[in-house]
Nanobody, 125 residues
Framework: EVQLVESGGDLVQAGGSLRLSCAAS????????IGWFRQAPGKEREGVSC????????FYKDSVKGRFTISSHNAENTVYLQMDSLKPEDTAVYYC??????????????????WGQGTQVTVSS
């Protein structure tokens, strides 16, 4: 059974930092890509960052480049999203999701049961 558990969300002031964690189990971690998505109230879910453990590459949404850093710790089966210089527009529920091999920012390409429950990030101005 695939399980993804996010943690690390919190209320933070603009300019602050948070580190989100995504602990994964139930699949061969080294063969998968892990994506971070977020969904703000009234908006569609959007891809924020992704790392492919299989191919060793990373991707970022333009608006977070230079502020967010994704990393994968294979021994821990955990992916981290370090978020610095946070802005109020980063406020959302953040989800991690797993897909085989290649990264994608298309949420529909991730199987329904390959998502975590989400963690709330709130950035106050």
């Amino acid at each position: 059974e695939v399980q993804l558990v996010e943690s690390g969300g919190d209320l933070v002031q603009a300019g602050g930092s948070l580190r989100l964690s995504c602990a994964a189990s139930g699949f061969t971690f080294d063969d998968y890509a892990i994506g971070w998505f977020r969904q703000a109230p009234g908006k569609e879910r959007e891809g924020v960052s992704c790392i492919s453990n299989k191919h060793g590459n990373t991707f970022y949404k333009d608006s977070v480049k230079g502020r967010f850093t994704i990393s994968s710790h294979n021994a821990e089966n955990t992916v981290y999203l370090q978020m610095d210089s946070l802005k109020p527009e980063d406020t959302a529920v953040y989800y991690c999701a797993a897909t085989y091999s290649y990264c994608s920012f298309q949420a529909a390409l991730y199987e329904n049961d390959h998502w975590g429950q989400g963690t709330q990030v709130t950035v106050s101005s």
